[in-house]
C-alpha cells in the first residue's frame, strides 16, 4: 500500500489543521493506521492509532486535541488537530500496519508515507 500525507502548513497557537493520509494499491481497511511526528533533531514518536474497528489511541501529549478517524470507502485516513501549540511543530507521517499486539512503535507499522510539515507559530 502507498501512502501520501498531505494538509500541513503553518499555523497559529492554537489553530487547527486537518491532515490527510490518502492510500493507494490496496485497501486499507486491513490495517491499523497510525499517524507519527517528528521535529528537528528529536526521533519519532507515536501521535495516534486507529483499529479496524474504530478504535483509537493517543499519546498523552495530544489526547483531548487531536481526532483520527478513517474513511475505509475513501481509502482516507484523516487527523484533526486542535488547539495547536508550538510543540506540535513537526513533520508528520501516516502509517500502515497489520496488529502485533501494539500500535504505538514503530516497529509496528510496515507501510509509512512521505510525511507532511506542520509548523506552530507562538
Known amino acids: 500500500v502507498q501512502l501520501q500525507a498531505s494538509g500541513g502548513g503553518l499555523v497559529q497557537a492554537g489553530g487547527s489543521l486537518r491532515l490527510t493520509c490518502a492510500a493507494s494499491?490496496?485497501?486499507?481497511?486491513?490495517?491499523?493506521m497510525g499517524w507519527f511526528r517528528q521535529a528537528p533533531g528529536k526521533e519519532r514518536e507515536f501521535v495516534a492509532a486507529?483499529?479496524?474497528?474504530?478504535?483509537?489511541y493517543y499519546s498523552d501529549s495530544v489526547k483531548g486535541r487531536f481526532t483520527i478517524s478513517r474513511d475505509n470507502a475513501k481509502n482516507t485516513v484523516y487527523l484533526q488537530m486542535n488547539s495547536l501549540r508550538p510543540e506540535d511543530t513537526a513533520v508528520y507521517y501516516c502509517?500502515?500496519?497489520?496488529?502485533?499486539?501494539?500500535?504505538?512503535?514503530?516497529?509496528?507499522?510496515?507501510?509509512w508515507g512521505q510525511g507532511t510539515l506542520v509548523t506552530v507559530s507562538s
Open positions: 486507529i483499529s479496524l474497528s474504530g478504535a483509537t
Open positions: 502509517a500502515a500496519g497489520g496488529y502485533s499486539g501494539s500500535y504505538n512503535y514503530l516497529k509496528d507499522y510496515a507501510y
Open positions: 494499491g490496496r485497501t486499507i481497511s486491513i490495517y491499523y
